[in-house]
């Protein structure tokens, strides 16, 4: 069974630092693009940042210079450095990735979210 499991969100105090991973599992022919997408409440879940398999990055205005994409490759994982953190931050974080699974499937998998709380 394919999945994304996600780790690392928590408490953490204004102007400090989270790190993000996602680890996609199972029958995995490929992975396109990856991202991490965010859900404050009472709001729309909005992308965060993404990056291609080639390593070609997007990010939400609101979070270019403090937050850094990466992935693995080898080893299905992709990542998301969390700088300089804000109360706006505050959010479940979940993982997103375009899965190839087989000759004919590809599709959207996402994680079960990691909740990241920004607060003093």
């Known amino acids: 069974q394919v999945q994304l499991v996600e780790s690392g969100g928590g408490l953490v105090q204004p102007g400090g630092s989270l790190r993000l991973s996602c680890a996609a599992s199972?029958?995995?022919?490929?992975?396109?693009?990856m991202g991490w997408y965010r859900q404050a409440p009472g709001k729309q879940r909005e992308l965060v940042a993404a990056i291609s398999r080639g390593g070609s990055t997007n990010y939400a205005d609101s979070v270019k210079g403090r937050f850094t994409i990466s992935r693995d490759n080898a080893k299905n994982t992709v990542d998301l450095q969390m700088n300089s953190l804000k109360p706006e931050d505050t959010a479940i974080y979940h993982c997103n990735a375009h899965l190839v699974t087989g000759p004919y499937d590809a599709r959207d998998y996402w994680g079960q979210g990691t909740q990241v709380t920004v607060s003093s």
């Open positions: 199972g029958s995995i022919f490929s992975i396109n693009a």
